[in-house]
């Protein structure tokens, strides 16, 4: 059996270690032949590194990676490209600042080229590596990845005013980028991230781009669908049969499913979120492990600020998917684009779409975090009431139910519960 990739995102050492790879090079095919500027926003550990690290190596034409993938016998290998990779999370822009982090990847970039930079701002910098290292190896592939990580590390309500200098900074430093000239250098540009980008925000100046995030064209681009997990996986789902022998084939795959499948971003294509079941496959039992990658903390505080905790069947329009005003954050809008909530269908006659937590880890994790939120406790503890309760009702225990639900209230600060009607308790 293949090594597991968990939390690989080079492509290169992800191969050469022969560890288990989806292939999804025919997708990536259709994303690099289609279209030449492009946007995706996917939320966390969902492949978009990878994504980024795969297209990297075609570019360069390092066909001995690709040997039994899709596209190894339907690329033109004799062809290649310079590629500028530039990925946010990497590059020290909490330490440094991020102008002078920028500065100091243009610059690496740049060695990479043999070429040097005589500008001294990121925005005009960038213009000019793109504009030398096509004059010295032909047009340029230029790949940004988590291009918001600046922005969104600071959304907290003390460190704002370091969001918003962090967006100024890369609204100029893409402006390098809006003439026709530098798209002419360019052969192919791809930006990813977490968040949708606001047209009146960081990519003003870039309104070329062509926004992928929403449709159904690379709906499957990354995550993985059914048959992509029954296909790569075969000898995983085996081992997690023998784990779990007192159930059916087919009841296991319906709880895998119902664990972990529903991502959507166009209604009706769904897709497993690679980070859980990478983890599913190595621990062999069924627990929320992307939630736990990133506690939600500021979603709380927005959610708990908002008294927004009903987060079911929403029914929102195209635009809200368009929401990104750092001094007014539309909740829904992050939820959706941080994954946890996804789309369930869309009726696009009408521009309506219908939100909702995409599976059962996502609804049950967050459930967790709402009534520890509403109970002033820890999420680890929120789960006990809840079994309790049941077990009351389960029991035909009334007088079990209300010394439990009298516990909860009790627990509550007094100044929260002043001057509260029945409707408060309800």
């Known amino acids: 059996m293949q090594k597991l990739p968990i939390g690989e995102q080079n492509f290169r050492k992800l191969r050469e270690e022969d560890m288990l790879y989806v292939d999804k090079t025919q997708h ?63 590059i020290g822009y909490r330490e440094i600042g991020l102008e002078a982090a920028l500065i100091a990847e243009l610059n690496r970039n740049a060695e990479k080229f043999n070429v040097k930079l005589d500008a001294t701002t990121p925005g005009i910098m960038l213009k000019e590596l793109v504009f030398k290292a096509n004059s010295a190896y032909g047009k340029v592939v230029l790949l940004i990845d988590e291009y918001d990580k600046p922005i969104i590390d600071y959304l907290e309500k003390e460190d704002l005013q370091i969001a918003k200098d962090n967006q100024k900074t890369l609204k100029t430093f893409y402006s390098g980028l809006k003439d026709k000239d530098s798209q002419a250098a360019l ?9 949708k980008f606001s047209q009146v925000s960081v990519f003003s100046d870039l309104n070329y781009l062509n926004d992928l995030t929403i449709g159904e064209k690379h709906a499957d681009l990354v995550g993985y669908t059914q048959s992509e997990l029954e296909t790569s996986f075969k000898d995983w789902l085996n081992l997690l049969h023998q ?23 166009d209604g009706e294509t769904r897709v497993y979120n690679p980070f859980s079941m990478l983890q599913l496959f190595e621990k062999l039992i069924f627990q929320d492990y992307w939630f736990k ?32 005003d750092l001094d007014n954050l539309e909740v829904r809008s992050l939820l959706f684009q941080t994954g946890y909530l996804t789309i369930k269908k869309v009726d696009f006659r009408r521009g309506e779409f219908v939100l909702d937590y995409p599976n059962r880890e996502v609804e049950e994790a967050m459930h967790n975090q709402l009534i520890a939120v509403l109970l002033h406790g820890s999420a680890t503890d929120s789960l006990k009431p809840v079994l309790q309760l049941e077990s009351a009702f389960l029991q035909n225990n009334p ?5 439990i639900i009298n516990a909860m209230l009790k627990d509550l600060p007094s100044h929260v519960l002043h001057g509260k009607d029945e409707h408060f308790y309800h």
Do not use: Q
């Not at 939600?296 to 990104?324: A, I």
């Open 187 to 195: 052969r192919f540009l791809l930006i990813t991230g977490v968040s």
């Open 399 to 403: 007088e079990k139910a209300v010394s």
């Open 293 to 324: 990658t990133g506690t939600p903390t500021f979603l709380m505080k927005k959610l708990k600020e908002k008294r927004f905790f009903n987060l079911n069947d929403l029914h929102v329009s195209r635009s809200l998917f368009d929401s990104y």
């Open 28 to 90: 990536i095919y259709r994303l690099i032949t289609g279209s030449s500027y492009c946007f995706l926003s996917r939320p966390r550990r969902f492949g978009k590194s990878l994504t980024l690290s795969t297209i990297d190596e075609i570019f360069c034409g390092s066909r001995e990676l690709f040997s039994g993938l899709w596209i190894e016998n339907n690329w033109d290998w004799t062809k290649s490209n310079p590629v500028v990779h530039i990925s946010f999370s990497s």
């Open 243 to 265: 784990k779990h022998a007192d159930v059916s084939r087919e009841e296991l795959m319906d709880l895998i499913k119902t664990w972990y499948n529903g991502y959507s971003w």
